[in-house]
């Protein structure tokens, strides 16, 4: 088992930058995959970004090029760096976590059912 927190969320104007934070209670590195994943009112949650037990990342195409997922094995912590944010990315951000997923598909990747273990989430606001 795996507790999630995030934190790092907060408000910024377009074209500006933030970089959330997932502090996982142990060790992820190796054990599990990990994921970022977005939810704006009245919209399902949707899936931004995914790391592997081998740090082999990939990205939702309406974040690529903008927003980079990464960890720190030393500290149990999953990032997410935002750049370039727009009004459209306002939204609770969440990370998740899985075990068991040395073999996967980049769609299941960014999928919620496929996640067992979820933070609580952090709101990031984008003014225009």
């Known amino acids: 088992q795996v507790q999630l927190g995030e934190s790092g969320g907060g408000s910024v104007q377009s074209g500006g930058s933030l970089r959330l934070s997932c502090a996982a209670s142990r060790d992820t590195y190796g054990a599990y995959c990990l994921g970022w994943f977005r939810q704006s009112a009245g919209k399902e949650r949707e899936g931004v970004a995914f790391i592997d037990l081998d740090g082999m990342t990939t990205s939702a195409d309406s974040v690529k090029g903008r927003f980079t997922i990464s960890q720190d094995n030393a500290k149990n912590t999953l990032y997410l760096q935002m750049d370039s944010l727009k009004p459209e990315d306002t939204a609770m951000y969440y990370c998740?976590?899985?075990?068991?997923?040395?073999?996967?598909?980049?769609?299941?990747?960014?999928?919620?059912?496929?996640?067992?273990?979820w933070g609580q989430g952090t709101q990031v606001t984008v003014s225009s």
């Open positions: 998740a976590a899985r075990s068991g997923c040395t073999y996967y598909n980049t769609y299941s990747a960014l999928r919620t059912w496929w996640y067992v273990y």
